[in-house]
């Protein structure tokens, strides 16, 4: 398998898969939404996250560490040791994968109703346990190609795998909903139609995950004898032992590990603290809903963007990690200042296009009360530039071997976030408080991480083109946007506005971006599409 060396490509391809999978992940949450309506969705997403928190412990850090681990052994031509890291690396996800899906299933009751304080979310918390197993195995499978140069498999697998969780989750969601009435009507108790229904919309995760798997093992197995060839013509000397490996594997991803789950478990002690403190309130009755309308509306909006962050991370950190190792710290300044000028390209105008056309995209896109999730989406959209920003130089620490630092951050972030959370909650802020206080925790570890960066590498961000230019671009994207939607909303539709203003506003940055000189032509030609971008900006003399 030829080595990739174009890391931004690289980085690019997974990007974009990262996206179409955040895509694919938004439309499979319309059609459920509209099954299974925001209480649904509000028992789905505390059983998602104590899902996602154990897939943090089984498996979350595996691709980042198998990849760096793997890239550090291919630098030095030792493919003996490389293939005995993918094989402990296996090792470990099964044993760990194993565990916390034998944990969801026999405990999953006791942690809906005394930890999440949802108890009708146990049915689907449940459901997906079979996808913790089989997910750390896609994680190490993906690592240790991305280990070894190539994204593709990665990027394929990621596709397939959210296409059958649209298709499974809809239509289990679909039958179960069904079921789930049929059950209510006899117990007299309506919450068993949405809790059915969100164990249906569960079966999507195994579904996607089954297939992912399938496909990884399909590539590994093809790419045996080339494997293989590089081993009998290892001339490194003796292999490390399986106790060097395994004790090298678990002290690369236990740093990763504790960062990755510091900074995600927010989201689990988010919901928590949050329906802990609605039921003092004797606001009950309410706690699903919004928490439905939080997670099912806005977070899937935001993270779309997002996904591109995490895709340049899991780029850079082997490509870092290789530098370093080289000792080619100017490189590595290089390699950090064009990946973060290329995510907040990306990241900065999606946050004000999320702003300026959050009811548009609310209204064609979900049914119901509205308004809510508008608001949500308008004050917290800025949350994309910086968990975008936290994320990457999460990264970046990672990749030159400061895989402790993250953690520190994070640590610190977690414990202003859940403090301000608390307080913000018993000022009867409701679910914005669960917005406000993740924004302030992302920006906390975009500031600690940034100076860490400076410490370590005597690294100095270029500002003008990373940050200024793309904002006053998103400036002139917005106002466009804004006068297109007060001129043409009671004229046409909400789908119509919504696509003149995608259309029309992202022509507008990437000219104010090309005439205020924030992006190049070496920029274009390495961004998905640029060139066709490139060959209009010259037709229209704008280059």
Request: hydrophobic share 55%; net charge positive.
């Amino acid at each position: 398998m030829k080595k990739k060396t174009n890391f931004i490509v690289q980085g690019s391809i997974l990007a974009m898969a990262g996206i179409i999978s955040k895509l694919l992940g938004m439309v499979r949450r319309i059609p459920i939404e509209h099954i299974i309506g925001d209480v649904g969705n509000g028992y789905y997403s505390s059983a998602y996250e104590v899902y996602a928190f154990m897939l943090l412990i089984s498996c979350y850090s595996l691709p980042l560490a198998v990849s760096k681990v793997v890239s550090a052994k291919v630098t030095k031509r030792q493919y003996k040791n490389a293939e005995r890291v993918f094989q402990c690396a296996m090792f470990f996800a099964i044993v760990a994968g194993g565990l916390c899906f034998l944990i969801a299933e026999i405990f999953g009751d006791f942690i809906a109703t005394k930890f999440m304080l949802e108890p009708m979310s146990a049915l689907a918390l449940r459901v997906l346990g079979p996808a913790l197993l089989m997910v750390a195995m896609m994680g190490v499978l993906r690592g240790y190609f991305q280990g070894l140069g190539t994204m593709m498999p990665t990027a394929i697998s990621q596709v397939l795998e959210q296409i059958f969780v649209l298709i499974a989750s809809i239509i289990g969601s679909y039958i179960l909903f069904a079921r789930g009435e049929k059950v209510g009507a006899l117990l007299h108790n309506e919450d068993y139609a949405p809790a059915y229904g969100a164990a249906g919309a569960s079966i999507g995760p195994v579904a996607g995950a089954f297939v992912g798997l399938l496909f990884l093992i399909f590539v590994y197995v093809l790419y045996r004898p080339s494997a293989k060839r590089n081993v009998s013509r290892d001339k490194s000397g003796r292999p490390d032992s399986y106790g060097q490996i395994f004790r090298l594997i678990l002290l690369t991803i236990l740093p990763v590990l504790l960062s990755s789950t510091v900074y995600n478990i927010s989201n689990i002690l988010d919901i928590r603290i949050y329906n802990d403190i609605m039921i003092q309130k004797g606001l009950e009755d309410v706690k699903a809903y919004n928490l439905g309308v939080y997670s099912g509306k806005y977070r899937v909006l935001v993270n779309v963007p997002i996904a591109l962050a995490n895709a340049m991370c899991s780029s850079i950190v082997p490509v870092l990690t290789g530098l370093v190792m080289r000792e080619e710290f100017r490189q590595a300044r290089e390699k950090i200042n064009q990946t973060m000028r290329f995510t907040m390209i990306i990241a900065i105008p999606s946050a004000v296009g999320l702003a300026v056309l959050a009811r548009p995209i609310i209204t064609i896109l979900f049914r119901g009360e509205i308004d809510l999730a508008v608001n949500l989406l308008q004050v917290g959209s800025i949350s994309v530039i910086f968990y975008s920003m936290s994320t990457l130089t999460n990264g970046v620490l990672q990749g030159i071997n400061k895989m402790r630092v993250p953690v520190v951050h994070a640590v610190i972030a977690l414990v202003i976030h859940i403090i301000f959370l608390y307080v913000a909650l018993q000022m009867n802020m409701g679910i914005h408080a669960m917005v406000y206080a993740n924004i302030l925790f992302a920006l906390i570890v975009c500031i600690l991480n940034w100076f860490a960066i400076q410490k370590y590498l005597k690294y100095s961000q270029e500002i003008v083109r990373t940050f200024v230019i793309p904002m006053l671009s998103s400036v002139i994207m917005g106002v466009v946007i804004v006068v297109i939607n007060m001129t043409l909303q009671k004229i046409v539709g909400d789908f119509v506005v919504l696509i003149l203003g995608i259309a029309l506003g992202v022509t507008a940055y990437f000219v104010a971006m090309i005439l205020l000189k924030g992006i190049n032509e070496s920029d274009l030609k390495s961004m998905p599409g640029g060139r066709t971008v490139l060959a209009i900006a010259k037709k229209c003399k704008l280059m």
